[in-house]
């Protein structure tokens, strides 16, 4: 499995910013798939989870209410609407694909991971 995570960017605080995560190399619609983030000095840390038909997504708490993860199948993407952005917003952010069991919020549950996309929300 290839993921590649798209659009972060510069905003600043109360905008919005949409990631979006591309994969191939197996069947997207067979797993679930999510995002982490991880800011300087900080470990990796869970922001967002979709389930592989979509039916049920999981949110972090600092980011629930003002994120969004939504997938498309048909097309292989994993999307990430992000609003009202908050300084403490700003790090790298992963996606990442969960083969088998396990936890969503967990890190060791996710076997694929793609390139990071830097989002950066000045204070």
């Known amino acids: 499995v290839q993921l590649q995570a798209s659009g972060g960017g510069l905003v600043q605080a109360g905008g919005s910013l949409r990631l979006s995560c591309a994969a191939s190399g197996r069947t997207f619609n067979s797993y679930g798939m999510g995002w982490f983030r991880q800011a300087p000095g900080k470990e990796r840390e869970f922001v967002a989870a979709?389930?592989?038909?979509?039916?049920?997504?999981y949110y972090a708490d600092s980011v629930k209410g003002r994120f969004t993860i939504s997938r498309d199948n048909a097309k292989n993407t994993m999307s990430l609407q992000m609003n009202s952005l908050k300084p403490e917003d700003t790090a790298v952010y992963y996606c990442?694909?969960?083969?088998?069991?396990?936890?969503?919020?967990?890190?060791?549950?996710?076997?694929?991971w793609g390139m990071g996309t830097q989002v950066t929300v000045p204070a």
């Open positions: 990442a694909a969960r083969i088998g069991g396990g936890s969503f919020y967990n890190t060791g549950s996710y076997a694929y």
């Open positions: 979709i389930s592989w038909g979509g039916a049920s997504t």
